[in-house]
């Protein structure tokens, strides 16, 4: 995987040079012999180099890129859809930090767009794209605590957004589902209704060898401790029973391995040590064992190696007329400039669009009260302009 180089601590822009779209499989790994130029995780580095704002540069072997993990990033002509501005963490992450001491990746952008002509409360509308990853607990999130948007494009108290899973994949990297009208959820939230993120669902850093010692559910390291460059107390206890420290660690979601010592050898330590991202085994001077939490999900079991459970959010503001604009669900960024050239809202909700002539787009709305996604297909005329027309009364869009 490419390294993510941090290029401004401020606003915290990544940028990718390159990145591989191939995910392995056997007739790649076939094709390109000794050098394997494929991708665990190619969702994510098409994502980040999207909306990183930087060049985007597919770096697969001749005739093994994969066209259509391409065509997320891009239109017809190869014109990429990027954000109004690169990602940057959202505040939340810095004070869950702060507050409770975990580090999330919860990482966001967006695209605005200007209402011409607006009979609504909002001469402007956002639509916010966020990528999470790595959450050790389940988190909510409010329009709030969405980017700061600039020229009065603001999230504002009365305003609801409809929130969309745009594309995830899970510890065996097998469910990216990517395609237009792959079937979604629809969340709407607002003031007081959040999105709730679940926590991260990842397999354990070590799995527990047949040759070692262990029980169910934690494989047992004699002589050993839990140890890691990432490792985090969340519990020590100097009187704990080995069983008590064990419930500890069940008990905490963010538990990987706990210490345990019935009779340690350092004065006044405690017997129970309780850690979330412990990632190795280290030896142990003070007589303690480890106990690795075990998981259904074993590193030898998962169908990809190295794939980063996450998800991919949509954040779409409700106009004053009850439509909800998707835009292309296909891409990583549905209602790019780039694509989306104006907006005028009057008696109808009018968009103009831009694209290569003859290009088909695959348009997603929600119409006022409904609580699914609807598509219609339009074709981008010669001049290299579609316009789209939703009506209030019809409750329905069209291509015009």
Not at 97 to 104: D, E, I, Q, T
Not at 208 to 214: A, V
Not at 231 to 237: A, D, H, T
Not at 252 to 270: G, I
Request: with cysteine; charged share 25%.
């Amino acid at each position: 995987m490419p390294k993510v180089r941090f290029v401004s601590i401020t606003e915290s822009f990544i940028q990718i040079d390159v990145s591989f779209v191939t995910r392995p499989n056997p007739i790649f790994l076939l094709l390109a012999g000794d050098y394997n130029c494929t991708e665990p995780n190619p969702e994510i580095q098409t994502i980040m180099a999207v909306l990183s704002g930087g060049p985007v540069g597919p770096g697969d072997r001749l005739n093994l890129t994969d066209k259509s993990m391409v065509l997320h990033a891009c239109t017809a002509a190869g014109k990429i859809v990027r954000p109004d501005r690169p990602l940057a963490p959202l505040d939340i992450t810095f004070q869950d930090y702060v507050n409770h001491g975990y580090v999330a990746t919860i990482w966001s952008s967006y695209s605005t767009h200007q209402i011409q002509n607006g009979n609504r409360a909002h001469d402007c509308a956002s639509w916010h794209y966020i990528f999470v990853s790595d959450l050790p607990i389940d988190r909510d999130i409010y329009p709030k605590d969405f980017l700061t948007v600039p020229d009065g494009c603001g999230v504002t108290e009365d305003m609801n957004f409809v929130a969309i899973e745009i594309v995830k994949q899970d510890k065996s990297g097998l469910d990216a589902n990517w395609s237009a009208q792959a079937e979604r959820s629809v969340h709407f939230i607002n003031s007081t209704t959040p999105l709730s993120l679940p926590a991260a669902d990842r397999p354990p850093p070590f799995s527990c060898p047949e040759t070692e010692n262990h029980t169910e559910p934690y494989c047992i390291y004699k002589g050993k401790y839990c140890d890691g460059i990432d490792r985090r107390e969340v519990y020590e206890g100097q009187y704990d029973s080995e069983e008590e420290c064990e419930a500890k660690c069940t008990a905490d979601t963010r538990c990987t391995c706990f210490s345990y010592s019935q009779k340690p050898r350092h004065p006044n330590a405690s017997k129970c040590r309780v850690y979330n991202k412990a990632n190795k085994l280290s030896d142990s001077k003070n007589g303690y064992d480890a106990y690795v939490k075990r998981s259904e999900f074993e590193s030898s079991e998962r169908n990809n190696v190295g794939a980063i459970p996450f998800t991919y959010w949509l954040l779409v503001p409700i106009f004053e007329s009850g439509f909800a604009i998707v835009g292309e669900l296909d891409k990583v960024v549905p209602v790019s400039r780039k694509r989306f050239q104006a907006f005028e809202e009057d008696t109808d909700l009018v968009m103009k669009l831009s694209g290569e002539p003859g290009e088909t787009v695959d348009f997603a709305y929600i119409p006022p009260a409904g609580k699914q996604i609807v598509h219609i297909l339009c074709t981008i005329d010669a001049p290299g302009i579609l316009h789209v027309t939703c009506n209030s009364e019809n409750k329905d869009c069209r291509c015009t």
